[in-house]
């Protein structure tokens, strides 16, 4: 693009290279492009359009509609808009869309590895609260997640399940010395932060001797875990009930997980010592993070953006809108995470994996 300087007053030009000006206008132009068609990528995930495409070889606007039930005039701008993203293939000489099957894969199929839907669903919870997010920021407050989109519940669960299903039994339980071999053999379990329960339902599926409580503070969450629990025949090994980190009851616990939960407290040391508290004498304190090195610009790439624009949106405002406000963030880092481990009183805590994606930290008694 390019952009004309001739009319500011030369000082204000003068330290301007104006190449990088209209290099990164460029680039925020694009970004704008990508931001505003997510709005249409949601819809095409609410409105059935992505699941529509999948299931046709290919198809014309007017017969996506048809298949879709919705009007014609609309599909077809949001077709044009999905084939100059790159989402679609479009063939001129037959005026026909065609999704591949491994964009299908991402966008279409939430039972895939590689689904992405709910991270689009994340995008539209956030702007629905963009206002409250303002204030907290000029307050330095927060909000749980009952402050939160009414989506965003549904999103987060959308994003980490296929890393659950893909991780949780094969690479970060495995990771614990023993620890499968104990599931398998039959311990209790506790879930703190479950969220929808899909971790507490992997692994009551996947260990059929051992049983599982959810707790979280997200009533809305616990009843669709339940439900689920019901529907997948899992509810005599697994349950949930509303309770925080800090109010565990139900004796003792030979495991106590936390995925992706721990940073969201406003006091997590708080919830560790409970978590010491109830953690039988031979047990194992696991919780799962996003990945992240230790220093800042470690972290500036694009996947260390996707944590830090979910932290500045949903994990910090959980954080700090409880007691404590810690505020550790999406990408605290293995070593501020072993300190807040060691403060809580388990000095031995050591990271157990390091994956693409995620820290697995490990503690004892």
Partial sequence: MSID???RAADETDDLDEA?????????????????????????????LWRGLAAAADATSQELADRTGLAERYVREWLA??????????????????????????LADDDSPAALGGGWEFVAAVWGVTDRLATAYATGGGFGYDGQDPRLASAVERFFRPLYRSS????????????????????RVL??????????????EHYPASTFVGIDVHDESLRRASRAADAAGLSDRATFCHADGQQVSGGRYDLVC?????????????????????????????????????????????????????????????????????GLGAQ?????????????????????????FNLVIEARL
């Fill in 5 to 7: 300087f001739a009319d």
């Fill in 168 to 187: 949780l039994i094969s690479e970060w339980l495995p990771a614990v010395d023993g620890l499968v071999a104990r599931l398998h053999d039959g311990i």
């Fill in 258 to 326: 936390y995925f992706d939960a721990l940073h969201d407290m406003g006091d997590p040391r708080a919830a560790l010592r409970e978590s010491r508290e109830v953690l039988a004498a031979d047990g194992v304190v696991l919780a799962v993070e996003p990945a992240a090195s230790d220093r800042l610009e470690d972290n500036l790439h694009p996947l260390g953006l996707s944590w830090y624009a979910s932290s500045a949106t949903a994990c910090l405002p959980s954080s700090l809108g409880q007691p404590g406000q810690t």
């Fill in 81 to 106: 808009a999905q084939a100059a993203a790159g989402y679609v293939r479009y063939s001129p000489a037959t005026g026909r869309f065609r999704l591949p099957a491994e964009h299908a894969a991402v």
């Fill in 20 to 48: 990088a000006v209209e290099e990164f206008a460029g680039k925020v132009a694009a970004d704008q492009a990508v931001a505003t068609n997510a709005v249409l990528v949601y819809l095409g995930d609410t409105l059935g």
């Fill in 191 to 204: 879930d703190v932060g479950c969220g929808l329960g899909t971790a507490t339902l992997l692994m009551a």
């Fill in 332 to 356: 605290a880092g293995p070593a501020r995470l072993l300190e807040v481990f060691a403060d809580a009183g388990f000095p031995n805590a050591r990271t157990a994996a390091t994956t693409m």
